[in-house]
């Protein structure tokens, strides 16, 4: 499947934007600074997304779950 597959459901973030596809989902990762982006749940969210785009199926849902809460712990802790 290629990086421009579109989740179900988008994504919203804080400030109205949305993730709407998988590529979205990793440029968004990307941009997050490094020791973050080496965090568990970040590490999850971005093999989850790999998996979305070299497989499809059902793991563009699980790519979508991943994005969630990795999203979600951060809001928990600050």
Do not use: H
Not at 31 to 52: D, K
Not at 55 to 68: D, E, H, P, Q, S
Request: proline share 5%; hydrophobic share 45%; aromatic share 8%.
């Amino acid at each position: 499947m290629p990086w421009s597959t579109q989740f179900d459901d988008p994504i919203s973030l804080r400030g109205g934007r949305r993730l709407r596809t998988l590529q979205e989902a990793a440029d968004f990762v990307m941009q997050l600074p490094e020791a973050e982006q080496q965090e568990p749940r970040w590490q999850t969210a971005i093999e989850m997304l790999i998996n979305a785009a070299e497989t499809g199926g059902g793991w563009v849902l699980f790519a979508r779950i991943g994005m969630l809460r990795a999203l979600s712990a951060g809001i928990r802790r600050g």
